[in-house]
């Protein structure tokens, strides 16, 4: 969809490869259980445009899922262990930074 995007982090090594990346993308997404913290992997991810036209669907191979997106408001949807979770991003020079928790 031309969209960037890199995940993974189930391992320390791919945790240190991904932080290395983090500087290149714009928006980190993180995926963890409530409570205990134990990370989730195979989380299926959707970001929406400002008009809610889907500009990017992947599914994160582990907690992190890293991603660079052109400057505007998006919806990101996220889906595990049959719950779907809503979070807004506005995206601009910086890093956004969402994390989803399950129950």
Do not use: C, H
């Amino acid at each position: 969809q031309g969209i960037r995007y890199a995940s993974g982090g189930v391992g320390e090594n791919e945790r240190e490869e991904l932080r290395a990346l983090a500087k290149d993308f714009n928006l980190e997404l993180m995926f963890a259980m409530q409570g205990g913290g134990e990370y989730l992997a195979d989380v299926g991810v959707r970001v929406l445009d400002g008009n809610g036209a889907v500009v990017l669907t992947a599914t994160s191979k582990g907690p992190y899922f890293l991603t660079q997106l052109p400057t505007g408001g998006y919806t990101v949807e996220v889906s595990a262990k049959e719950q779907t979770q809503t979070q807004k991003a506005q995206i601009g020079a910086g890093q956004s930074r969402l994390n989803f928790y399950w129950r």
